[in-house]
């Protein structure tokens, strides 16, 4: 219910419906969701599923499909996956193999994201200010955006060479993610490691294919 609620509302509206607070209240706004589902004795299925919400929140918070994303909303998601982590260390502790679970897994690609759009030099503004520059249409669904042309136009796309501090890590992500044919979150990978430019060419055939022949998103592809 409520990653329907982030998803339908957005995460602003949604969090004061449900909690009563406004999100980017720096002290409230996230010991309410801790405080209302006891955190303080460790059950492993809660844990899991607060760090699920807390990661679709920052995505959310840090998404460009409609926007660019202010800077404090950009905080706001800091602040909520520095919560996140505690859950994910908690959860890594008392069973390592909660690793391979998608909330820990998609927390860390979440991670990886958020540290790219917080730095000046990889946060992805540079590739929105290229893409405006031409008259077809731009859609963000993720890390990286799909554009319809209106002619013949192509706009190209100068990635960065440096894969990145998370580019290893993100390589066992997406591996773990394809051992245990968890689409949605190789999806997500694929397009953070895209962004990061290293196999590129072999990144992108393989998530066109992820999404057209596998898992049938045809808006995706």
């Known amino acids: 219910m409520m990653l329907a ?22 002290n409230e706004a996230f010991h309410k969701l801790m405080g209302d ?8 299925s809660t844990y899991l599923v ?24 950009l905080l706001t998601a800091q602040r909520c ?13 008392n069973d ?13 690609i979440a991670e990886a994201e958020l540290k790219r ?14 893409l405006s ?3 077809g249409l731009t859609i963000w669904r993720g890390a990286i955006p799909i554009y319809l042309p209106i002619r013949t136009e192509n706009p190209k796309w100068t990635v960065p060479r440096d894969g990145g501090r998370n580019y290893d890590l993100l390589e066992t992500v997406l591996q773990t993610a394809q051992d245990l044919k968890d689409y949605r979150t190789e999806v997500l990978c694929l ?5 990061r430019s290293v196999n590129m060419s072999e990144r992108l055939t393989r998530l066109s294919d992820l999404q057209k022949s596998i898992q049938g998103d045809v808006l995706g592809y």
């Open 133 to 135: 520059r031409y008259p």
């Open 96 to 108: 390592p193999q909660l690793v391979k679970s998608r909330p820990y897994l998609q927390w860390v």
């Open 5 to 26: 609620s982030i998803e339908a509302e957005g995460p602003a509206n949604a969090w004061n419906l449900i909690f009563g607070v406004e999100l980017g209240s720096p």
């Open 191 to 195: 397009g953070e490691l895209i962004y």
């Open 50 to 73: 607060i760090l699920d919400i807390l990661v679709c929140l920052s995505r959310s918070m840090s998404s460009w499909s409609i926007m660019i994303p202010e800077r404090q909303d």
């Open 37 to 44: 589902w006891s955190l303080h004795r460790y059950d492993e």
């Open 81 to 93: 996956l520095q919560y996140a982590q505690a859950l994910a260390t908690c959860l890594k502790e």
């Open 117 to 130: 759009k917080l730095s000046p030099n990889t946060s992805g503004s540079d590739l929105r200010d290229h």
